[in-house]
């Protein structure tokens, strides 16, 4: 019987049946004990290294369920049959530091992105966030609905009807953690070969989205009006992707017109569907707000995806998407399994947000905040009107600027970063092959100062003048 | 010219501009301004009702803006041409109530989901989130990295390190809300046409999600090592879901040889990934916990999918992705731009529970409550030993009861239902086409007071007494 000479320490903190496992363990992977090996029985073991045998069991059993050896009854304990161990690969590799993208920074940085948080009520969402804590906390630690808490799916089916103009039921509403993962669950509904439609100029993440899901992706040529429908016939695509209230990054607004061509196709085939983004409606600062698309969608072929991350804050991830009736059906019937991947406390939250008012009184706050900031950069475009076309403006937190004399994107991006000031170019919308140089800029405003969007546009001003 | 009679009201609150907007875009919409139709010029309009000429020319604007009319210089305004327009359907759908599908509810549910929530310390959370939102509110609630937040991915790696043996960099992790959203992502990681093994028994919803992939499912022969790794072979799978540390339903740990036979098929071919799922690795009664095979990777094959939910709380929505680096450099390449799905609030709550040594203080507390539990239901098990074999025991929060007497699971689960006790069937587990009618039922504890737990051994001792 082989001898098992295992130095039991007192000191290393370890218990001694611990340190009787690890000893075996390694000299099983190390191959010092050979498979099939006969172990010494747990009672000769223990007076060998003189512990209780207890000790000694409780260092075999753990051996045992991780199958290092076995028990074979009135015969003892064996070293499993195993193949070559695979050791663990010891060295701990030093962690490279996240690669940031070594992006320059500018003085001023007119991001399409950028989000004013300035005045978010912080010390609100606090006391909410305490008190939801507070009361029926079991509950609110649970896993709820799928779709999302119905109390929510019910605040926000009101909040479409009044500010959007969409009629849902709560039903239709799928609560998500952000737009990403809702599109995720779309494509599980409407299946993997869907041959999308999109602005030729359009949102560049919805379109890597639609990418990663390897759809069969058009570009629509795009008017002033948004899509041109007939190139949708043309296309042949079951699906579109539209932003009809204010167009990304275009700024463009679809006229009635365009949204009833939109709708007519729609409905002329079963399989169509129109996704609509209504990524910022919150924000128009020029009599009332545009009316959502799925407002006027009377045979249920709009999927409306809206967002609070934009309106409130970005790190609040929760999304929704109304689903209509067809697509609602086999979603519940095939994909309600996907469990909810918003927390509940978060969503009571956001619901008691929007409920109480919280929301509304916040947004009418930002409407103002973006207005100043939309009239300065406005105001300030104004005085480059010899040289350029401003477009558009009143909603968003974006605007658009046209060159009249001939100068490229590239050219305009090169001037003002040689004054510290980065503005963006619209070719990157393009999804197009060939990215067109354009003749455009974008400038967004929203994460600006007032003081900075003025700086900014001062020495663009210079910046541009020859 | 056509002479608009507005009934205008200083009651109805709403000022003018809008009462004259509303009264044409119906005018238009129900047909009775025709296509192309002149309107009367601001000045005139104003006159005619007898309001401020700035009121009409906001109006206007409005309905310019939603492209019903269209301004012609030097000519005025005209009704724009469309199509036959779609009214806005307006009778609102009574929301029907959630349909909760009518599953009878039992005296004592043996459901293997529940989980105790009564030990969670709220307080602790609490104060950690209160503070959270104190201390830098605006990077809070910026939109974060991708990945999860580097702090947040440091505690895990530190913390897979010390618990599962799992040596990898924060750089590795992906941090997501819930194991759906992270399948859902490493779907593109892996692709469409995935040919996955799984047991023949095995987590249904796993199942149902790898389904929803359309995924190429193989049922893999399953001993009470677990998958079988010739049938891998046979089967021609590129891809693997297992269980190693507590497979379920069975309960059966994977023994060291078994796991490195996987681990070599898994080396053999370039394609080939082995997809880890240690949902309920923490809670082990009996020894150490068995590592994870993740732990004995030393050829980057192994995909390891943990989470939080089931320790801490459903509500949680977190859950984490290990990535080998050849899959992290495609994650990284072609999807990075998928936005994290959970808050950055939330993330910063969990950083410090974990990393303040709260979440490993609540583990230990947890084993001992479920381990108490666990042994009560061991016990009561024992008293049917001459009728059952029991199995699955000292780990995770269920274990199964075999009938001896060649009872049917059918039968089994319709006595106890006599008594008002619900015990669940080994056969919902399989994913064979044809489910064998087995002898074995689950009994789940996690979410039983030890008394119910007391009182439902008892009832079903007599339930299947006969």
């Known amino acids: 019987m082989n ?26 992977r190390e191959g010092k004990l050979l498979q099939g090996e006969k172990l ?56 490279e530091s996240e690669k940031s993208e070594q992006k320059t ?31 029926d906390r079991s509950e609110m630690f649970a896993l709820g609905s799928p779709q999302g808490d119905l109390e929510l799916r019910t605040t926000i089916a009101k909040y479409l009807y ?49 990418d990663s899901f390897a759809y069969d992706i058009h570009p629509i040529l795009q008017d002033r009006d948004g899509m041109v429908v007939e190139e949708l016939e043309r296309e042949e695509v079951s699906a579109v992707y539209v932003m009809p209230s204010h167009q990304y990054p275009t700024g463009n607004v679809m006229p009635i017109g365009r949204r009833t061509q939109l709708l007519k196709w729609a409905y002329e085939k079963e399989e169509r569907y129109i996704i609509e983004d209504d990524y910022d409606s919150e924000f128009r600062y020029k009599g009332k707000p545009i009316p959502s698309l ?3 969608d009377k045979m249920e072929k709009v999927i409306y995806i809206g967002t609070f991350s934009k309106a409130i804050a970005p790190a609040i991830r929760i999304s929704f998407m109304v689903l209509p009736k067809k697509l609602l059906k086999f979603y519940k019937e095939n994909l309600s399994f996907y469990s909810s991947t918003v927390s509940r406390i978060d969503q009571t939250i956001l619901n008691e947000f929007i409920r109480d008012g919280y929301f509304e009184r916040y947004l009418n706050k930002m409407r103002k905040v973006y207005k100043a900031k939309h009239d300065l950069i406005v105001a300030g475009c104004r005085e480059l009107e010899e040289q350029f076309v401003l477009s558009g403006e009143n909603a968003g937190l974006h605007i658009l600027l046209k ?29 197009t092959k060939e990215r067109p140089e354009t003749n455009t800029v974008i400038l967004g405003y929203g994460g600006l100062s007032e003081e900075k969007i003025k700086k900014g546009m001062d020495k663009l001003k210079k910046a541009w003048s020859v």
């Open 40 to 95: 010494p029985s747990t009672r000769a073991l223990a007076a060998f290294l003189q512990v209780a045998r207890s000790t000694v069991e409780l260092a075999y059993e753990q051996l045992l369920s991780e199958g290092y050896i076995e028990s074979i009854p009135y015969k003892g304990y064996f070293v499993c049959r195993m193949e070559e161990l695979y050791h663990i690969n010891m060295e701990t590799e030093e962690s």
């Open 403 to 431: 060159s009249k004399t001939g100068k490229t994107e590239k050219e305009l991006i090169e001037c003002a970063a040689a004054y510290d000031i980065k503005v963006y170019g619209l070719s990157d919308g393009y999804i």
């Open 294 to 296: 799925k407002a006027s």
């Open 3 to 28: 001898e098992l000479t295992i130095e039991l320490s007192t000191e290393n903190g370890k218990c001694l049946y611990e340190q009787i496992y690890e000893y075996i363990r390694k000299e099983i």
């Open 105 to 135: 920074v500018y003085e001023i940085d007119f991001s399409p992105n950028g989000i004013e948080m300035e005045y978010f009520p912080f010390g609100t969402w606090k006391r909410i966030s305490k008190n939801t804590l507070i009361d």
């Open 162 to 210: 009044s500010s959007r103009g969409v009629y849902c039921s709560p039903e239709q509403i799928i609560v998500g953690a952000g737009n990403d993962f809702l599109l995720l669950l779309l494509e599980k509904i409407l299946g993997r070969h869907v041959k999308i439609g999109m602005e030729a100029k359009t949102y560049k993440r919805a379109y890597r989205i639609f």
